[in-house]
């Protein structure tokens, strides 16, 4: 139920460039899919619920799209911060909750 | 400000039982929240381990089902994961984590992770 494939598995991205991060889930989620960063030594952080919604407190240059079986995490312009490992997580069925295996976007 | 803070041994013998608690600060636990465990093993990915309800509610990963409970202690303000016949393969940072339903079961709060280890 609900596994999801995160591409690519590392990026390399220059600080001021666009970042785009895809999830792409087995089965229909709907909206019910959340976005996460962990930088090193840290919790994950929520930075995207509902596909789309920036959770409280998260920049403007984080941006999620898609529905169903594609999602994009956009980060507009990476600043030295954003330098992390990106999770995307479904909870469509939220009885069985399922990340997706990462995305480390890391600095060319 | 929702704080979560996780305790436990840090080592963990093979075969014995792993013990953790997540202490909640700034909201109480016997709201219409879900609570749950997520862990990391060492240079890996997310699991979700289970969540669980005050009123009693929990709903684990099949994968360990056979292997986990869960519990609310509303008079604490904590709930609490125990894993029994551990393994090598137990060895990772375990989160706890508030969800936020009925928006979504997303995790809006989480713990700072504790690191528990399985060796003898």
């Known amino acids: 139920e609900g596994g999801l494939t995160q591409s690519p598995a590392t990026l390399s991205v220059s600080p001021g460039e666009r970042a785009t991060l895809s999830c792409r889930a087995s089965?229909?989620?709907?909206?019910?899919l959340a976005w996460y960063q962990q930088r090193p030594g840290q919790a994950p952080r929520l930075l995207i619920y509902?596909?789309?919604t920036r959770a409280t407190g998260i920049p403007a240059r984080f941006s999620g799209s898609g529905s169903g079986t594609e999602f994009t995490l956009t980060i507009s312009s990476l600043q030295s911060e954003d330098f992390a490992v990106y999770y995307c997580?479904?909870?469509?069925?939220?009885?069985?909750?399922?990340f997706g295996g990462g995305t480390k976007v890391d600095i060319k | 400000q929702v704080r979560l803070q996780e305790s436990g041994p840090g080592l963990v013998e093979p075969s014995e039982t792993l013990s953790l608690t997540c202490a909640v600060s700034?909201?109480?636990?016997?709201?219409?929240?879900?609570w749950g465990w997520i862990r990391q093993p060492p240079g890996k990915g997310l699991e979700w381990i289970g969540s669980?309800?005050?009123?009693?509610?929990?709903y684990f990963n099949t994968s360990l089902k056979s292997r986990v409970t869960m519990s609310v202690d509303t008079s604490k303000n904590q709930f609490s994961l125990k894993l029994i016949s551990v393994t090598a393969a137990d060895t990772a940072v375990y989160y706890c984590?508030?969800?936020?339903?009925?928006?979504?079961?997303?995790?809006?709060?989480w713990g700072q992770g504790t690191l528990v280890t399985v060796s003898s």
């Open positions: 984590a508030r969800l936020s339903i009925p928006a979504g079961a997303f995790l809006d709060y």
């Open positions: 700034g909201y109480s636990i016997s709201s219409d929240y879900y």
């Open positions: 669980t309800h005050h009123s009693g509610n929990s």
């Open positions: 089965q229909n989620v709907g909206s019910n």
């Open positions: 509902g596909a789309s």
């Open positions: 997580q479904q909870y469509n069925n939220w009885l069985t909750l399922t």
